[in-house]
């Protein structure tokens, strides 16, 4: 036979085999992926992402940049914080930093300081 008719045959003898695969799961493994799934679901707060705006000991360039952000992001949210002397403005709740980058370059057009970080986000807020 020729090459061709042989790829042929067996190119369409491919398609018309069906494989089965079956796992047997040991008991002890089992159990252990029950008890990941029951916690990582009873866990509210996880690590993640979010955006600082602005984090300062000027309460008044803390109220500028908070008036600026309202202003240009009127739909975005966001948290403040004092934590004695700093004032800081935060946006976001992202579970990787991969999520975070396309926003985190809009708001660099108008806060050219803003950076990422790692903080504790409720499993809610995540965008």
């Given at each position: 036979m020729k090459p061709v008719v042989l790829f042929a045959l067996f190119w369409t003898a491919s398609f018309l085999c069906e494989?089965?695969?079956?796992?047997?799961?040991?008991?002890?493994?089992?159990?252990?992926?029950?008890?990941?799934?029951?916690q990582g679901k009873s866990?509210?707060?996880i690590e993640g992402w979010r955006i600082k705006i602005i984090s300062t000991t000027n309460r008044r360039a803390w109220d500028s940049a908070k008036y600026r952000f309202e202003a240009h992001f009127p739909d975005l949210e966001y948290a403040q914080n004092?934590?004695?002397?700093?004032?800081?403005?935060?946006?976001?709740?992202?579970?990787?930093?991969?999520?975070?980058?396309?926003?985190?370059?809009?708001i660099k057009e108008k806060f050219p300081q803003a950076i990422?970080?790692?903080?504790l986000i409720m499993k809610r807020e995540l965008f």
């Open positions: 494989g089965q695969v079956s796992f047997i799961e040991h008991p002890a493994i089992k159990k252990v992926m029950t008890q990941y799934v029951v866990q509210e707060m004092y934590e004695a002397p700093h004032y800081s403005l935060k946006v976001g709740a992202f579970e990787n930093r991969f999520d975070l980058e396309p926003m985190l370059v809009l990422p970080f790692r903080d």
